[in-house]
């Protein structure tokens, strides 16, 4: 059974840093897309940054530059550093995952979800 469960989100300034961690469990890493996404209030989910089982990285547009997603190959977590964050990245952060992927920043093609982590952003 796959399990995902993201932690690390809090609060903070604007200009400020976060990390955030996601342990998984029942896949393997080796064969399975993974990514982080965020839904702000009203907003759709968005794809933040994926990374492919060859461990190539994709990020989003209004990230690139300031986030970095990584993992091992074979071991967990997965991790999202985040740089330079401003109100706009305020929202809830998942990590997902799917077997094999065309694009690891697409919310539709990831399968399974972890609850979630609230990151604010205050000005």
């Known amino acids: 059974q796959v399990q995902l469960v993201e932690s690390g989100g809090g609060s903070v300034q604007a200009g400020g840093s976060l990390r955030l961690s996601c342990a998984a469990s029942?896949?393997?890493?080796?064969?399975?897309?993974m990514g982080w996404f965020r839904q702000a209030p009203g907003k759709e989910r968005e794809g933040v940054a994926g990374?492919?089982?060859?461990?190539?990285?994709r990020y989003g547009d209004s990230v690139q530059g300031r986030f970095t997603i990584s993992k091992d190959a074979a071991k967990n977590p997965l991790y999202l550093e985040m740089n330079g964050l401003s109100p706009e990245d305020t929202g809830m952060y998942y990590c997902a995952a799917v077997h094999g992927c065309w694009n690891a920043l697409r919310v539709s093609e990831f399968m399974h979800w972890g609850q979630g982590t609230q990151v604010t952003v205050s000005s």
């Open positions: 990374i492919d089982s060859n461990l190539s990285v």
């Open positions: 029942g896949f393997s890493f080796s064969t399975h897309c």
